[in-house]
């Protein structure tokens, strides 16, 4: 599946399984195919042909990459080699560690129990607030 004189560019799936965006082409195809991928400002489709410089924004969760393609390789490698085959932008690499950094920030303070307290953990409640009536 790697590009040939005949073939000049490779499955935009292929690719992003084997930049290791998503862990199987499945999950690529089905990315692409709900509008997560975008090639050139435009939509794709999972068969079309990706070139070397072209541009792809992605989301991917939360997080959106933005990546200039450099090399195409139909084959899923090591995460080292993977990313050599795009250059995330600069921008796109500081808003994405921006936003991490204020969704963690947000998930640090209190949270709220998900679900109603369990007998022994009411009986704490409840000593907790005879103490408070002394």
Known sequence: MTPS???????????????????????????IEGGKVDVQGQGAKASRLLKTGETLRLQRGEDVFEVQVVALSGKRGPAAAAALLYLESDESRETRLRLAAERRAANAGYRAPAGK??????????????LDAL
Do not use: M, V
């Open 117 to 130: 307290p369990d007998k022994r953990a009411r009986r704490l409640i409840q000593a907790l607030g005879d």
């Open 5 to 31: 004189p005949e073939n000049p560019g490779l499955r935009l799936d292929i690719w992003l399984w084997a930049a290791r965006f998503y862990k199987t082409r499945a999950l690529a195809k089905h990315a």
